[in-house]
């Protein structure tokens, strides 16, 4: 097997040079927002190797550690004479100072959270900004005490003497603070500033030159062969369907597999909302069996993850040798965060996603992911503009391992039937209140623990279901939604109530980071 993604169009491009920081992925987003491509690079990255790709400027992300660590994560100090323009951001700053010659040391008091920024000099980065009001958010508990030769100071906080530093003739930058998120509140700007002021790159990557494309290049790679399209019935699966349906037509067929952990009548929804759309182009395998025996009294997640996607790839071969000798491809919706939490590139691996670090080493099939370079909001933008309903593009995002990953600990029939009555009850309660649209995702989680409970002044003993709502924009962050108290209570109430085996609800208020979205 060969896995044939489809490449980014040429544009002008940022390389972020990933030091493990929880906010690296913003900083491609926030470049993206400025209509410039960015990708993520791991600091382990060859300098040769990035410079090929020939990128108009790096930005050194932040990170967990001190750079005067034994260990701690560092780049090839050419970066620095390479002439492209440098930004170093918190740690990717302190790694900037220490690798030139300045001095890095502990702060005698940490700055955490959003804190004044006084700038005082003149810097391309704060072009058009005023010198005063702007709040920024920090994050650091290192301090550049000195700055390298020739650099020169132009910003500085309360705590912080040095909040930003620049070296004009050489083009290198570097900021204590993290214009990438939203809580600085000129951010967007300072990134802008640097991809297209500093590194003149030109504002092109839009929804339209990406769609066109894409389109090209898969009509060049499928050429007269066939592809099917693993559909799921979320938006990226249907977002790619119709992209690759724009460039092959019926050269394609989408397959919709019910592996048995989806929510309540949802196979047959999606049965009759893309046979409408597609016809005989789409076809439905029921397969709810052959995965629930797989996975009977499977506890471990990332073991659950790694079956469901090695039994996808295998369905999905045998699908494509009924329909004949020259299917040779599988379209995926493999999106950017996807790639990122399972652990390739420079990420640590955060959970192993069925469709790429839960794909098994070999396939007989190869794969088109035409969107595994964009972020969540990308998506629904390209799928808007594809014409897909909105009813469509803003649906809940829903894992491909569905709710074998909702029960946490061992799967048993029981105890996914249980997690799907309970997830129903909090689909309906939060759709009735008027908030779908404003919460990014809603379930419920049957937790491996039990409980003491009373019903009907008999003691019971069971399982504890965990509601999860969260707020996001691309679900690289997310925070915890402010649900009414009225609507937790009729959710409880519901739960308990009418399903047999729980005796008590839970609401989750964890952000991510720390926690993930989903619990397993």
Same mark, same amino acid.
């Given at each position: 097997?060969?896995?044939?993604?489809?490449?980014?169009?040429?544009?002008?491009?940022?390389?972020?040079?990933?030091?493990?920081?929880?906010?690296?992925?913003?900083? @491609?987003?926030?470049?993206?927002?400025?209509?410039?491509?960015?990708?993520?690079?791991?600091?382990?990255? @060859?300098?040769?190797?990035? #410079?090929?790709?020939?990128?108009?400027?790096?930005?050194?992300?932040?990170?967990?550690?001190?750079?005067?660590?034994?260990?701690?994560?560092?780049?090839?100090?050419?970066?620095?004479?390479?002439?492209?323009?440098?930004?170093?951001?918190?740690?990717?700053?302190?790694?900037?100072?220490?690798?030139?010659?300045?001095?890095?040391?502990?702060?005698?008091?940490?700055?955490?959270?959003?804190?004044?920024?006084?700038?005082?000099?003149?810097?391309?980065?704060?072009?058009?900004?005023?010198?005063?009001?702007?709040?920024?958010?920090?994050?650091?508990?290192?301090?550049?005490?000195?700055?390298?030769?020739?650099?020169?100071?132009?910003?500085?906080?309360?705590?912080?003497?040095?909040?930003?530093?620049?070296?004009?003739?050489?083009?290198?930058?570097?900021?204590?603070?993290?214009?990438?998120?939203?809580?600085?509140?000129?951010?967007?700007?300072?990134?802008?500033?640097?991809?297209?002021?500093?590194?003149?790159?030109?504002?092109?990557?839009?929804?339209?030159?990406?769609?066109?494309?894409?389109?090209?290049?898969?009509?060049?790679?499928?050429?007269?062969?066939?592809?099917?399209?693993?559909?799921?019935?979320?938006?990226?699966?249907?977002?790619?369907?119709?992209?690759?349906?724009?460039? +092959?037509?019926?050269?394609?067929?989408?397959?919709?597999?019910?592996?048995?952990?989806?929510?309540?009548?949802?196979?047959?929804?999606?049965?009759?909302?893309?046979? @409408?759309?597609?016809?005989?182009?789409?076809?439905?395998?029921?397969?709810?069996?052959?995965?629930?025996?797989? #996975?009977?009294?499977?506890?471990?997640?990332?073991?659950?993850?790694?079956?469901?996607?090695?039994?996808? +790839?295998?369905?999905?071969?045998?699908?494509?040798?009924?329909?004949?000798?020259?299917?040779?491809?599988?379209?995926?919706?493999?999106?950017?965060?996807?790639?990122?939490?399972?652990?390739?590139?420079?990420?640590?691996?955060?959970?192993?996603?069925?469709?790429?670090?839960?794909?098994?080493?070999?396939?007989?099939?190869?794969?088109?992911?035409?969107?595994?370079?964009?972020?969540?909001?990308?998506?629904?933008?390209?799928?808007?503009?594809?014409?897909?309903?909105?009813?469509?593009?803003?649906?809940?995002?829903?894992?491909?391992?569905?709710?074998?990953?909702?029960?946490?600990?061992?799967?048993?029939?029981?105890?996914?039937?249980?997690?799907?009555?309970?997830?129903?009850?909090?689909?309906?309660?939060?759709?009735?209140?008027?908030?779908?649209?404003?919460?990014?995702?809603?379930?419920?989680?049957?937790?491996?623990?039990?409980?003491?409970?009373?019903?009907?002044?008999?003691?019971?003993?069971?399982?504890?279901?965990?509601?999860?709502?969260?707020?996001?924009?691309?679900?690289?962050?997310?925070?915890?939604?402010?649900?009414?108290?009225?609507?937790?209570?009729? +959710?409880?109430?519901?739960?308990?109530?009418?399903?047999?085996? +729980?005796?008590?609800?839970?609401?989750?208020?964890?952000?991510?980071?720390?926690?993930?979205?989903?619990?397993?």
């Amino acid at each position: 097997m060969t896995t044939e993604n489809v490449s980014i169009p040429a544009h002008d491009w940022i390389a972020v040079i990933d030091f493990g920081a929880q906010y690296s992925q913003l900083i @491609a987003r926030r470049v993206r927002e400025c209509q410039v491509y960015c990708e993520l690079w791991p600091h382990t990255t @060859a300098l040769a190797d990035l #410079l090929a790709r020939k990128p108009k400027g790096i930005i050194l992300s932040g990170g967990p550690a001190s750079v005067y660590a034994p260990g701690a994560p560092a780049v090839d100090p050419a970066v620095f004479e390479c002439g492209l323009p440098v930004l170093g951001i918190c740690y990717g700053m302190q790694l900037m100072a220490k690798s030139l010659g300045g001095q890095v040391e502990e702060a005698e008091k940490r700055e955490y959270g959003r804190t004044l920024l006084h700038i005082t000099g003149a810097d391309e980065l704060f072009a058009g900004l005023p010198t005063e009001g702007i709040t920024c958010w920090m994050s650091h508990g290192d301090v550049v005490r000195e700055v390298p030769s020739g650099f020169v100071v132009t910003a500085r906080t309360d705590n912080a003497p040095v909040a930003a530093m620049k070296h004009a003739e050489r083009r290198l930058y570097a900021v204590q603070f993290h214009p990438e998120v939203v809580h600085t509140t000129q951010g967007r700007d300072i990134i802008r500033n640097f991809a297209v002021g500093i590194c003149g790159c030109r504002a092109d990557w839009t929804v339209g030159n990406y769609i066109r494309h894409t389109v090209e290049e898969i009509r060049q790679q499928v050429g007269r062969g066939k592809a099917i399209c693993a559909l799921s019935g979320g938006v990226d699966s249907a977002v790619a369907a119709t992209l690759v349906q724009q460039a +092959i037509g019926d050269q394609l067929t989408c397959i919709f597999v019910n592996h048995g952990f989806m929510r309540q009548n949802e196979p047959e929804k999606l049965r009759e909302i893309f046979t @409408a759309r597609m016809g005989k182009q789409f076809i439905m395998v029921d397969a709810a069996d052959r995965f629930l025996d797989k #996975l009977e009294g499977v506890g471990d997640p990332e073991t659950k993850r790694k079956l469901i996607g090695e039994e996808f +790839i295998r369905v999905f071969e045998q699908e494509a040798a009924r329909l004949g000798d020259n299917v040779r491809y599988l379209v995926q919706g493999t999106i950017y965060p996807d790639v990122i939490e399972s652990g390739t590139g420079a990420a640590n691996l955060i959970k192993s996603h069925h469709n790429v670090g839960g794909l098994p080493a070999q396939m007989k099939l190869d794969l088109i992911e035409p969107l595994r370079y964009l972020f969540k909001d990308e998506v629904r933008r390209l799928g808007l503009e594809l014409g897909l309903p909105e009813s469509m593009i803003w649906r809940q995002p829903f894992p491909g391992p569905g709710l074998a990953i909702r029960t946490v600990g061992t799967i048993t029939r029981e105890r996914v039937e249980l997690v799907r009555k309970a997830d129903a009850i909090v689909t309906e309660e939060v759709e009735k209140a008027g908030l779908a649209r404003e919460i990014w995702q809603y379930f419920a989680v049957l937790t491996d623990t039990r409980s003491v409970g009373v019903m009907g002044d008999g003691r019971t003993y069971g399982y504890v279901v965990a509601i999860r709502a969260i707020t996001s924009i691309d679900a690289m962050t997310a925070d915890w939604a402010r649900l009414p108290y009225e609507l937790l209570d009729r +959710i409880a109430g519901r739960i308990m109530s009418e399903v047999k085996g +729980i005796s008590r609800v839970v609401y989750d208020i964890s952000s991510k980071p720390p926690a993930t979205i989903c619990w397993e």
